[in-house]
């Protein structure tokens, strides 16, 4: 799986757009860009995933620049429940088994803040 | 509501003994798979079974055993083999070649 780089912690205002982003500059074309993310002291939970085009679901949207070097988380209306760690992760979809195992990073910590 | 639970959301175990951890999912989804979470650490493969009464050694099987009677319960046990068992343990679950779905976790501690 390919590497990825994301900030270690983020600030949002209530109400305000949260854009995360994610460089993952070694990304190979058949490889997709998933977003997970953990509340503390419970499962993580599963948000979006994309290969090249931008994708839009109820929880967020995921942009993924043109060279699929980097993309963006964007949750559009960030409330305090959105507070959580996320993570970018970068694989090749389709895969069952071991190989649908998933491999977290140390994540962006998102505040939401009042 | 449709999910995956499991129980107990915090377990202690004495030194030498067996626990097991349950999780259920009502999703009818083939695959289910076990993790470990240490403290400020990524997810680590346990376990996975990809159908009923078969299942795959993860990454960091030792000391842990698995059972897939059921296509719902995929219930994990830790032995007394595992010697570093506290940690938090998630199960997941999904259709077979799509992104997985969590539990909520058991939080495993040593008494």
């Known amino acids: 799986d390919a590497k990825t780089t994301q900030p270690p912690s983020m600030d949002c205002a209530e109400g305000r757009a949260a854009n995360l982003p994610c460089n993952h500059s070694?990304?190979?074309?058949?490889?997709?860009v998933y977003w997970y993310r953990q509340i503390h002291s419970q499962g993580p939970q599963y948000i979006i995933h994309?290969?090249?085009n931008n994708e839009t679901n109820e929880m967020a949207s995921l942009i993924i620049t043109e060279d699929r070097k980097s993309s963006t988380l964007i949750l559009p209306h960030a409330t305090l429940r959105d507070t959580a760690v996320y993570y970018c992760?970068?694989?090749?979809?389709?895969?069952?088994?071991?190989?649908?195992?998933?491999?977290f990073g140390t994540g962006t910590q998102l505040k939401v803040e009042l | 509501d449709g999910g995956i639970t499991q129980s107990p959301k915090y377990l202690f175990r004495k030194e030498g003994q067996n626990v097991t951890l349950s999780c259920e999912q009502n999703?009818?989804?083939?695959?289910m798979y076990w993790y470990r979470q240490d403290p400020g650490q990524g997810l680590r493969l346990i376990y996975y079974?990809?159908?009923?009464?078969?299942?795959q050694k993860g990454d960091i099987a030792e000391g842990y055993s698995v059972s897939r009677e059921k296509k719902e319960s995929f219930p994990l046990t830790v032995t007394s083999a595992q010697k570093n068992p506290t940690a938090f343990y998630l199960c997941?679950?999904?259709?077979?070649?799509?992104?997985?779905?969590f539990g909520d976790g058991t939080r495993l501690s040593i008494l």
């Open positions: 992760i970068v694989r090749v979809a389709g895969l069952t088994g071991g190989g649908n195992k998933l491999t």
């Open positions: 070694t990304i190979s074309g058949n490889e997709y």
């Open positions: 079974s990809q159908i009923v009464n078969d299942f």
């Open positions: 994309g290969l090249k």
């Open positions: 997941a679950s999904s259709p077979l070649n799509q992104p997985q779905h």
């Open positions: 999703l009818n989804h083939d695959a």
